[in-house]
């Protein structure tokens, strides 16, 4: 098991920024691949930024790439994901999610097996 507590989130107005936090714990961290999604009111979960177990390997939506950085330190069980430039339509919950047995956890949520409560991200324009 893989419990995942999100934290950062709030009103920002546009063009702010934003870091949201990701803290885990149970399993080895190192062999998790993580993901970040968002999922904005009457919307389906979309992904948002992936980074492999190492570190070495990140993606992004093409919406937020340039914009948005997501990381992980091993050692403090922790992902990040800092939102700069953020825009209105970017208002959404967001969510931290783990896949276990791969070095890459991919884009589709339904792959990933461990989910957190998610933290709210308010955009004003």
């Known amino acids: 098991q893989v419990q995942l507590v999100e934290s950062g989130g709030g009103l920002v107005q546009a063009g702010g920024s934003l870091r949201l936090s990701c803290a885990t714990s149970?399993?080895?961290?190192?062999?998790?691949?993580m993901g970040w999604f968002r999922q904005a009111p009457g919307k389906e979960r979309e992904f948002v930024a992936g980074?492999?177990?190492?570190?070495?390997?990140?993606d992004y939506a093409d919406s937020v790439k340039g914009r948005f950085t997501i990381s992980r330190d091993n050692a403090k069980k922790m992902v990040y994901l800092q939102m700069n430039s953020l825009k209105p339509e970017e208002t959404a919950v967001y969510y931290c999610?783990?896949?276990?047995?791969?070095?890459?956890?991919?884009?589709?949520?339904?792959?990933?097996?461990?989910w957190g409560q998610g933290t709210q991200v308010t955009v004003s324009s």
């Open positions: 980074i492999s177990w190492s570190g070495l390997s990140t």
């Open positions: 149970g399993r080895t961290f190192s062999n998790i691949a």
């Open positions: 999610a783990a896949r276990e047995g791969t070095y890459y956890g991919g884009r589709r949520a339904h792959e990933y097996d461990y």
